[in-house]
């Protein structure tokens, strides 16, 4: 697979006990996440039910960024008929990279590369969770008048709801900044 490119649309910060971010012109990527995000952190707590571990284990934080494509948040908002389009601080996401095709399906490994050198790396897919498809049902209105029910954001964020990664290189992205996505590449002794 050829490098893709795109370029950052949005940038968020989450403080803790809120589920909305709030936007930023840009962030600083240390080797624990972005500071001042709420998910910023070396290890991290399991999550009961969704983690391999028991919940409360204390474990690495696979989770120090997330980023999703703006693609896929217009088509979600457009699928849910919104009177406001959701934005990456709506559905707690840090980063909306827009120009990426398929972007919540690269895999673990794929490094994003951004212009002024921070670099990136995919753990995994982020589902949507119905903590959050509550919220936006509480926040969002439909242009049909019709409540959004606590479920609708799951169902239409379905295998879009972006990724969560680590931070391989830190340093500061903004806005309008391009960012170059190339998979793992396996070492020369592995590959056949």
Known sequence: MEPLHG??????????????????????????????????????K??????????????????????????????????LSLTKPLSAGDV??????????????????????FEGGVVLMVEEYNPPCSRMSKYVSECHEATTGVALGEADFIEASKFSRGLVGVVEVPGVVAVGEGVSVAPEVLPKWLRA
């Open 7 to 44: 370029t950052v649309a949005s940038l968020f910060l989450g403080a803790t006990g809120t589920l909305s971010k709030a936007a930023q012109r840009s962030l600083d990527f240390a080797f624990d996440g972005i500071v001042g995000d709420r998910h910023r952190g070396l290890t991290r």
């Open 46 to 79: 399991a999550w009961e039910h969704t983690d391999k571990q028991p919940g409360g284990t204390e474990r690495r934080n696979e989770r120090q960024w997330s980023a999703v494509a703006q693609e896929d948040l217009d088509q979600a908002s457009q699928v």
């Open 92 to 113: 707690a996401v840090n980063l909306s990279i827009a120009g990426v095709p398929e972007f919540s399906r690269l895999p673990r490994g794929t490094t994003l590369s």
